[in-house]
């Protein structure tokens, strides 16, 4: 199974802050990659696939980029909300679909 | 619009079998492909299952193979998983989740997922 490690596994910011996450696979999976933001409580939801293709309805300051085994997550100016676990999530290869650990964006 | 609701979690002894429900709405449900995720307490998130838009193909984790079996009934829009021989590490929350092709089976994300019913595994 591919594996993705996320790095790093937490980060803390402030509100206006640019950030990246990172996710690495263990092997090439071209731009098969999606991000996932989470809240406690809460149903995962999808807000980039094929790597850096924006989810219709997601802000324009998420970003992502990459390809083969390396890949990054942006937000260009982190507003409250932000706050969450993110998770990577490869679908290259099946079975079995992949995630990463999640990184989680806290509060500085 | 896109509604996925799970129900059928609860407390279940070791070794027992549980069955989960996902009822969709809001999109054609017997066209797509569709998904069981599951999260432990804590933890990140694990894909469990898949099955096709007309159960003719499912795939599984390596984790629950021979043990869980997905499965669907499109004339309700509802999407299952009969969990037998439960042990105390699938204790988590199962989420639903639409595939994103539709009339075929195909590697994509999971997009929307449903708020997700709770299994705990205990004696």
């Known amino acids: 199974a591919i594996q993705l490690t996320q790095s790093p596994s937490s980060l803390s910011a402030s509100v206006g802050d640019r950030v990246t996450i990172t996710c690495r696979a263990s092997q090439g999976i071209s731009s098969a990659l999606a991000w996932y933001q989470q809240k406690p409580g809460k149903a995962p939801k999808l807000l980039i696939y094929?790597?850096?293709s924006l989810e219709s309805g997601v802000p324009s300051r998420f970003s992502g980029s990459g390809s083969g085994t390396d890949f990054t997550l942006t937000i260009s100016s982190l507003q409250p909300e932000d706050f969450a676990t993110y998770y990577c999530q490869q679908f290259n290869s099946y079975p079995p679909y992949t995630f990463g650990q999640g990184t989680r964006l806290e509060i500085k | 619009q896109v509604q996925l609701v799970e129900s059928g979690g609860g407390v279940v002894q070791p070794g027992r079998s549980l069955r989960l429900s996902c009822a969709a709405s809001g999109f054609t449900f017997s066209s797509y492909g569709m998904h069981w995720v599951r999260q432990a307490p804590g933890k990140g998130l694990e894909w469990v299952a898949v099955?096709?838009?007309?159960?003719?193909?499912?795939y599984y984790a390596d984790s629950v193979k021979g043990r869980f079996t997905i499965s669907r009934d499109n004339s309700k829009n509802t999407l299952y998983l009969q969990m037998n021989s439960l042990r105390a590490e699938d204790t988590a929350v199962y989420y639903c989740?639409?595939?994103?092709?539709?009339?075929?089976?195909?590697?994509?994300?999971?997009?929307?997922w449903g708020q997700g019913t709770l299994v705990t595994v205990s004696s």
């Open positions: 094929d790597a850096s």
């Open positions: 989740a639409k595939d994103n092709w539709n009339y075929v089976l195909a590697p994509c994300w999971f997009d929307p």
């Open positions: 099955i096709s838009y007309d159960g003719s193909n499912k």
